[in-house]
């Protein structure tokens, strides 16, 4: 069955974000003083094939490991919805 | 000595590594596609600076997985040299070659400026022409150079010796203002743990020729060819 897997990849806490430091002062200067803190991050909507969402979460998490995150600046986080059922 | 030039799709700087090498030093160069997995003939590999896949994903990310770094992470283990300059740098820390991430210029420009390093360490096979704390005018052209190591990684590098370069004023003075891009600690370049793998953000390619402005860079190859000389003597 096919899945849909939404990753988010963020920087971790400890890493310094200039681009969110920038759009927070970007929305302080249209009049939006309520902002305290903007973190940017990468979205990645993907889909795969798997016979179940154990199988399908065990396969973005080793996409995100290998690949869509670098372990050493970003955390990552994701979720994953079944788009079309099991073929009977 | 046979030096290798990699090139990836979107490399920029091999032409200019290749030009340096041939022509400056009379080395013997070859370029090495990136779908390449022999490198037996070569003492030293080079991987340039550029915009690798289009930086797509972060710098180096996908450059990493293309067939010639596993064939650079068996040479580097064998004991041969691996200079990775801008992108390379970024490349050999997202191939896990070297410790730590470029992260993004701490004030988001891209800068393409002449910098100044000074020399933190000589034993190395890319620094032994220089002498301690000298200071070299090489250029820097890159967005994301602000070098990162959790501090654990940073001590280490710091206590090891590992921190080859560092961005400083033309006295050799390692102050905020002469850090270009926000990196920890000033660092410019770094070394492996076993000593023959360096990455550094600044192209010492385009500064080895006194018409460029500086003939700086001709430290860190005169340093490569009488390091592999002094291996293998004519």
Same mark, same amino acid.
């Given at each position: 069955?096919?899945?849909?897997?939404?990753?988010?990849?963020?920087?971790?806490?400890?890493?310094?974000?200039?681009?969110?430091?920038?759009?927070?002062?970007?929305?302080?200067?249209?009049?939006?003083?309520?902002?305290?803190q903007v973190r940017s991050g990468k979205y990645f909507e993907i889909q795969l094939e798997a016979p179940d969402r154990d199988a399908a979460e065990a396969q973005v998490d080793a996409f995100c490991?290998?690949?869509?995150?670098?372990?050493v600046i970003e955390d990552y986080r994701f979720e994953v919805e079944q788009l079309s059922p099991a073929r009977a | 000595m046979r030096f290798g030039v990699v090139r990836? #799709? %979107?490399?920029?700087?091999?032409?200019?590594?290749?030009?340096?090498?041939?022509?400056?030093?009379?080395?013997e160069v070859r370029?090495?596609?990136?779908?390449?997995?022999?490198?037996?003939?070569?003492?030293?590999?080079?991987?340039? %600076?550029?915009?690798?896949?289009?930086?797509?994903?972060? #710098?180096?990310? =996908? /450059?990493?997985?293309?067939?010639?770094?596993?064939?650079?992470a068996d040479f580097a283990? /064998?004991?041969?040299?691996?200079?990775? =300059?801008?992108? %390379?740098?970024? =490349?050999?820390?997202?191939?896990?070659?070297?410790p730590g991430a470029l992260l993004r210029n701490n004030h988001l420009q891209f800068r393409c400026q002449w910098v100044y390093l000074r020399v933190e360490n000589v034993e190395t096979p890319f620094t032994l022409s220089c002498v301690q704390g000298q200071v070299l005018k090489i250029p820097i052209s890159h967005g994301d150079g602000n070098y990162f190591a959790d501090p654990e990684t940073l001590a280490e590098l710091e206590r090891t010796g590992r921190v080859v370069f560092r961005y400083a004023t033309p006295a050799g003075e390692v102050t905020p203002e002469a850090n270009p891009n926000g990196s920890?600690?000033?660092?410019?370049?770094? =070394?492996?743990?076993?000593?023959?793998?360096?990455?550094?953000? #600044?192209? #010492?390619?385009? /500064?080895?020729?006194?018409?460029?402005?500086?003939?700086?860079?001709?430290?860190i190859w005169d340093s490569i060819i009488r390091w592999a000389d002094g291996r293998h003597p004519a």
């Open positions: 069955m096919t899945w849909l897997a939404r990753v988010y990849v963020t920087l971790k806490p400890v890493v310094n974000d200039p681009q969110g430091l920038t759009i927070r002062q970007a929305l302080a200067d249209l009049g939006f003083g309520s902002v305290r490991r290998r690949l869509l995150a670098n372990p | 990836f #799709p %979107g490399t920029w700087s091999d032409l200019d590594c290749f030009h340096v090498l041939s022509e400056v030093y009379g080395q370029y090495v596609w990136h779908r390449e997995t022999d490198l037996s003939d070569l003492d030293c590999v080079i991987l340039p %600076g550029g915009f690798s896949y289009g930086d797509y994903l972060r #710098p180096g990310a =996908i /450059a990493r997985f293309s067939p010639v770094m596993a064939a650079v283990a /064998a004991g041969k040299l691996v200079l990775g =300059i801008c992108n %390379g740098f970024q =490349i050999l820390c997202e191939a896990g070659l070297l920890l600690n000033n660092i410019a370049g770094i =070394i492996n743990r076993a000593g023959n793998v360096l990455g550094m953000m #600044p192209h #010492p390619e385009r /500064a080895s020729e006194e018409v460029l402005g500086s003939a700086d860079g001709r430290y």
